[in-house]
């Protein structure tokens, strides 16, 4: 019903910055929220920050003070500007939409890789 389509993900140095985009088509509700989460291998994917219609924001503490998210209703576009990147950071981050009629978490993007390194 609802398709994620990921974009921004690469290769950076620590303390660098990206800027990851991820625009939702399909059958999207005006009330929604929508966010970003990121997974390594073995460990279970976790969030890194969400945004409502509204506006209202929230952000894991490992990336508060250096991650902002954002979104463009109009474009239905949601995006994580990430600054001041570690190390750490590198992940695998996967987009999530969801609205009232979503089952589960919702729907998820593809994925884009990040990797911080040297």
């Known amino acids: 019903q609802v398709q994620l389509v990921e974009s921004g993900g690469g290769l950076v140095q620590p303390g660098g910055s990206l800027r990851l985009s991820c625009a939702a088509s399909?059958?999207?509700?005006?009330?929604?929220?929508m966010g970003w989460y990121r997974q390594v291998p073995e460990k279970q994917r976790e969030l890194v920050s969400t945004i409502t219609i509204s506006g209202s924001t929230s952000y894991a503490d490992s990336v508060k003070g250096r991650f902002t998210i954002s979104r463009d209703s109009a474009k239905n576009t949601v995006y994580l500007q990430m600054n001041s990147l570690k190390p750490e950071d590198t992940a695998v981050y996967y987009c999530?939409?969801?609205?009232?009629?979503?089952?589960?978490?919702?729907?998820w993007g593809q994925g884009t890789q990040v990797t911080v390194s040297s």
């Open positions: 399909g059958k999207i509700i005006v009330l929604n929220t």
């Open positions: 999530n939409y969801r609205d009232i009629l979503s089952r589960g978490e919702g729907y």
